[in-house]
């Protein structure tokens, strides 16, 4: 029988548990970019709770991103001091974390807002340097890998979708010709760093010519030929699919992926107690599954649910820190 709390394996990671923090927005930072107390108590909790893996809050590549303003930053002064100490905060309780990049906008230079079609060759290539100096500075500052988000309705998500990208060259048409800026982004960070390297990647978007779950396969397929070494589940918050009997929006596609690749899939989705979260570790073929708002609400719930053997998380589902872009939770402070 699986347990959330088992031991295990994940990609060249030694885990103590299948939960997956899953960081969204950072608030609490303090002027200038340095992090508060706050931050490094929250890390510590949740650290040592009995998380498996910690991927961290989001980070900008750019102070102008649509949500710089609610996001981590790489740039400031204090970045590689600051997250040394996180990093060694989850290493010392035998947790991994990974640095979780996720923009929204790409300024090339010429256009502070270029979309895929706008990109030139040049353009891609400054994206695509900036991406792997991002994964640079985290390996400085001591996380074990980088997550480049390819989900919800990010940049890197609008590049490799065909909804959005009309381009005809080779960045665009085919699904390898689209995943191209990410393929290559993945075998830089492979060749030259130690690191870990987790996708973040939609099962579908629900948009007329977009992605359908076929084309996200194949889109994951290309990311692990490339060198990947994990996948996370998300999507777009209106691309939630139910099938009638499920409760877990990606259970209808989840087996068909994990079956489909050799990599480790992590699936996202509104997991809120132990007993169903087992449940689905011992009905499917799921290893790993991730958590973000519950942190939120209480950083340390976990160590609750390892000593009672059962546990719900207090998260209402409110949605209120997502939707208003906070790391904080609005009922429980």
Known sequence: MKDIFDECQFGDLKLKGRVVRTGTWETETEEGGFLSPAIFDRYEKIASSGTGLIISEIFALDYKDRFAPYSSSLNYK??????????????????PILGQLAFFYYDDGDNQKAEANDLTLEGIRKL??????????FSFA??????????????????????????????????????RI???????IKKTMDMHVSIRINPWDVRNGGITADESIAIAKELEKAGADSIQLTART???????????????????????IDIPVILGGNSRDMASMNDVLNHTDVEFMSMSKPFVAQANFLADWKANGEGVSICQSCNNCYSKKTSTCFKYE
């Open 78 to 95: 204090g970045f590689i001091k600051d997250y040394k100490i996180i990093s060694e905060i989850c290493h010392d309780n035998d947790v």
């Open 128 to 137: 695509q340097a900036e991406v792997i100096m991002a994964a640079k500075k």
């Open 142 to 179: 001591g996380f074990d890998g980088i997550q480049i988000n390819m989900g919800n309705n990010f940049y890197l998500t609008r590049f490799i979708n065909p909804y959005f990208n009309q381009r005809e060259d080779q960045y665009g048409g085919s699904t390898e010709n689209r995943v």
């Open 182 to 188: 990410a393929s290559e982004i993945i075998k830089v």
């Open 238 to 260: 209106i691309s939630f699919l139910y099938d009638g009997a499920e409760k877990n929006p990606f259970l209808v596609y989840v087996d068909r992926l994990i079956d489909e």
